[in-house]
């Protein structure tokens, strides 16, 4: 927690506000371009790696051992962040997405661990070493015009976030809302940040899309296609939406709390247990490989360019391939978490998806509404952010997602109040060593 007189600060600024605004505004434009720059190279490396070298080896589909070369250089990389490069290659992801600053001399060590790691890989997302850069080239750029520390470079910094992650989300108002909430989370006042936000995610999302157009260049960003949405989910998707929620959330919290018992070995010994952790994750996807005859491509990466499996658009795993997904991508998740680096949110979007598909063969459940209750219990049980995970889950639906918007909330407040209950249920259960 920020302490009082840092929840006081951006009250301070009062006529500097304007010229906090017009370098909220200016700093968008190159944080984006590094930003796209990033997303780029990182899908170039994710294609390379998974599906250009096997098709020119002749290797299609993905056999059940490629992962492992690739999972072993990735860890080394990120062992190196850890332990040789200072801010020990960015934030640990089990702790959820900081909107704090992050100091310009941790941006290699962030650099370095997510392009080793994330391509190679590794179930976490781009969306926390997204926020790291932004957050770092705004302090790089507005260095000569605020104090380092101040209340300016704080809302500076958090915008430099929010132009960065402003396409990752498929909006840039679900990046504004995200960073917003994140900084209300951690004891940040809104009233200040707000308008920074907006105009900065606004300003990266036009970058964005002009550099894509320009460049050719394809960033990957959250998308759902060939999913068919219903004018208005039946009774049963409202009465089968709790319970899953309910499921979901639960699940999510044992893969965190799973997570959380690897953290103590991992301050300890951080290079090992990031070498553990890819070699847990090759074997998870090699198994579902050989049990299930699938790529194990499925279990890797953080599924944000593999939702389309579960729709009618992608070749949909059966019953017995969606449990084992949950079930071997669930544990590389949770060592990834505790190990590794990356952002949490679009492994627990895949794994809610992949649970709502499963469960869509209840009784008078549907696709479309369990998939969109699947997603939005995993969202807000991970991060734990309710506006935001219904904002994202709801415009990742598209077009037409109005008639799922009562299911998205639904899931969205059991699954958070789920998370909550199991939270302080575990808070008075005495610790092992304490028993």
Not at 46 to 56: G, I, K, M, R, Y
Not at 70 to 94: E, K, N
Not at 237 to 244: A, E, V, Y
């Amino acid at each position: 927690m920020v302490e009082a007189s840092e929840e006081r600060a951006p009250e301070r600024l009062g006529g500097r506000y304007a010229r906090v605004l017009a370098l909220a505004g200016l700093v968008g434009i190159p944080v984006s371009v590094a930003a796209f720059a990033f997303l780029a190279l990182l899908h170039w490396l994710t294609v390379f790696a998974w599906e250009d070298l096997p098709e020119q080896w002749n290797l299609e589909p993905v056999p059940w051992w490629w992962p492992f070369p690739w999972l072993l250089v990735g860890g080394a990389l990120v062992a190196v962040a850890i332990t040789r490069l200072p801010g020990h290659g960015g934030h640990v992801p089990i702790e959820g997405l900081s909107p704090d600053p992050v100091p310009p001399s941790h941006l290699p060590g962030v650099l370095l661990a997510a392009l080793g790691g994330l391509p190679l890989g590794v179930v976490l997302g781009p969306e926390a070493p997204l926020m790291a850069v932004g957050t770092a080239l705004a302090t790089i750029l507005t260095g000569r015009w605020v104090a380092r520390g101040g209340p300016e470079n704080a809302l500076l910094g958090t915008s430099g976030s929010a132009a960065a992650v402003a396409v990752i989300f498929g909006s840039p108002l679900v990046a504004a809302v995200f960073i917003l909430e994140s900084a209300a989370r951690a004891g940040i006042r809104q009233t200040r940040v707000v308008l920074p936000c907006l105009l900065s995610a606004g300003v990266g999302a036009l970058v964005f899309t002009g550099l894509g157009e320009w460049t050719g260049l394809r960033v990957s960003s959250l998308q759902l296609p060939g999913l068919d949405l219903p004018d208005r989910p039946d009774l049963a998707d409202l009465l089968w939406t709790i319970p899953l929620a309910v499921l979901i959330a639960a699940g999510v919290r044992q893969v965190h709390h799973l997570g959380r018992r690897l953290v103590p070995h991992t301050a300890r010994r951080p290079a090992l247990m990031a070498m553990a952790a890819v070699a847990v994750t090759a074997v998870a996807a090699a198994a579902y490989s050989l049990l299930t005859g699938r790529s194990p491509v499925e279990v890797l990466l953080s599924g944000q360019d593999a939702l389309g499996v579960f729709t009618e658009a992608g070749d949909v795993p059966g019953v017995w391939a969606l449990v084992g997904l949950l079930a071997f991508k669930g544990l590389a998740y949770a060592v990834s978490l505790a190990t590794l680096r990356g952002g949490p949110i679009f492994p627990a979007l895949f794994l809610g998806a992949a649970a709502g598909a499963l469960l869509s063969g209840l009784p008078g459940f549907g696709i479309a509404p369990a998939m969109a209750a699947g997603m939005a219990a995993a969202t807000a049980a991970i991060l734990p952010l309710p506006v935001s995970s219904a904002i994202l889950v709801t415009l990742l639906l598209g077009s037409g997602s109005s008639g799922m918007t009562p299911i998205v909330l639904i899931a969205v407040v059991v699954a958070f109040a789920t998370e909550r209950l199991i939270d302080r249920t575990g808070t008075r259960e005495p610790a092992p060593e304490a028993a």
